[in-house]
């Protein structure tokens, strides 16, 4: 594998003499990952272990595997066979991967989708197997979204839709959004991306197609690509909602989702009860609750667009 696919931060922590030294067991995490996950949303996860006393270095590693989803079935073997404690599973595919490779070692996920649709838990209270985690939804907030950008663009009659065909949730995205499309009369041109190449000609195609606006469908590679994604919105003058905030801090006209940085500590915590002894399946799906509501203002002027004052008083963060 390739170096950067396992990152272990510790060394070779499985095999430090920590015992002969007095310390505590090093217990060892597997963090799975279709890409390499943000540092600031990483720090977030770290700090909330060490709340609960697991602190790196001391009595914890990690060890991170990333790559593209057609890897994450391997590297999750991998996770298994260094015999680590708990998998996190960041994503849909990391999660349903990690689910795939093993029954037995407590799993933590942290989703987009309904994870009972998706076969990780029997029911949100009751998980029933070695699997639970954080559910934030981000996929079913298609409808939010267009709302939001149809207020902001009320003229925006054609409203494209990019997702990423490699991601489990594609499907239920296009769903939620057809559905919310066809009560207000918006007509939806659906693009999909799976590299940063298709990226530019999802965005040719809607530039060609005369598309009014955009919302971008939740999914870890748009996530790291939110750079491309703003920048080519911008050069397209095309009015885009995104899903987490991170978006508009990058210079994206505005996104409305749950908060990534809670779902994180919320991973933390859970990681660190099963670390202590708990059981997955006593520990509920925690759904989260913490929406973030972000609007770019020199972006939205950059566009020529006056953000209704309402809008405005809604937006929990306003960047000036």
């Given amino acids: 594998m390739r170096r950067r696919e396992f990152v272990t931060l510790l060394g070779s922590v499985v095999a430090w003499p920590?015992?002969?030294r007095g310390q505590q067991p090093m217990l060892v995490i597997g963090f799975l990952s279709g890409l390499t996950p943000p540092a600031h949303l990483v720090a977030v996860f770290r700090q909330s272990l060490a709340e609960a006393g697991y602190v790196e270095g001391r009595n914890l590693g990690i060890e991170f595997a990333e790559g593209q989803y057609d890897r994450l079935?391997?590297?999750?073997?991998?996770?298994?066979?260094?015999?680590?404690?708990?998998?996190v599973a960041l994503s849909t595919p990391s999660a349903?991967?990690?689910?795939?490779?093993?029954?037995?070692?407590?799993?933590?996920?942290?989703?987009?989708?309904?994870?009972?649709?998706?076969g990780l838990v029997a029911s949100i209270a009751r998980p029933g197997g070695n699997a639970t985690g954080v559910?934030?939804?981000?996929?079913?907030?298609?409808?939010?979204?267009?709302?939001?950008?149809?207020?902001?663009?009320?003229?925006?009659?054609?409203?494209?839709?990019?997702?990423?065909?490699?991601?489990?949730n594609a499907k239920a995205i296009i769903s939620d959004l057809k559905s919310a499309a066809a009560t207000i009369g918006v007509e939806i041109d659906f693009v999909r991306a799976a590299d940063s190449r298709e990226i530019e000609g999802a965005?040719?195609?809607?530039?060609?197609?005369?598309?009014?606006?955009?919302?971008?469908?939740?999914?870890?590679?748009?996530?790291?690509?939110?750079v491309?994604?703003?920048?080519?919105?911008?050069?397209?003058?095309?009015?885009?909602?995104y899903n987490v905030r991170e978006y508009a801090e990058a210079g994206g006209l505005m996104s409305y989702g749950t908060s990534l940085t809670e779902a994180l500590r919320?991973?933390?915590?859970?990681?660190?009860?099963?670390?202590?002894?708990?059981?997955?399946?006593?520990?509920?799906?925690?759904?989260?609750?913490?929406?973030?509501?972000?609007?770019?203002?020199?972006?939205?002027?950059t566009l020529g667009l006056a953000i209704p004052p309402m809008l405005l008083a809604r937006a929990d963060e306003v960047i000036e």
Avoid at 203 to 226: C, E, I, M, N, W
Avoid at 228 to 241: I, S
């Fill in 18 to 20: 920590v015992a002969a």
């Fill in 73 to 87: 079935p391997s590297m999750a073997s991998e996770l298994l066979r260094r015999h680590v404690a708990v998998i």
């Fill in 96 to 118: 349903l991967a990690a689910k795939t490779a093993t029954t037995m070692i407590p799993i933590v996920f942290g989703v987009s989708e309904d994870p009972v649709k998706l």
């Fill in 135 to 168: 559910s934030f939804l981000l996929s079913e907030l298609g409808a939010k979204q267009l709302g939001l950008l149809r207020e902001l663009v009320p003229a925006a009659s054609r409203v494209g839709l990019l997702v990423n065909p490699n991601n489990e």
């Fill in 203 to 226: 965005f040719t195609a809607l530039a060609r197609d005369k598309v009014h606006a955009l919302v971008v469908g939740t999914d870890p590679f748009f996530y790291s690509q939110r």
């Fill in 228 to 241: 491309q994604l703003v920048t080519l919105a911008m050069r397209h003058a095309l009015p885009t909602v």
């Fill in 266 to 301: 919320q991973m933390g915590a859970y990681t660190a009860r099963i670390l202590k002894g708990e059981k997955p399946i006593d520990l509920p799906v925690v759904q989260s609750t913490k929406f973030d509501f972000v609007i770019n203002l020199p972006t939205a002027r």
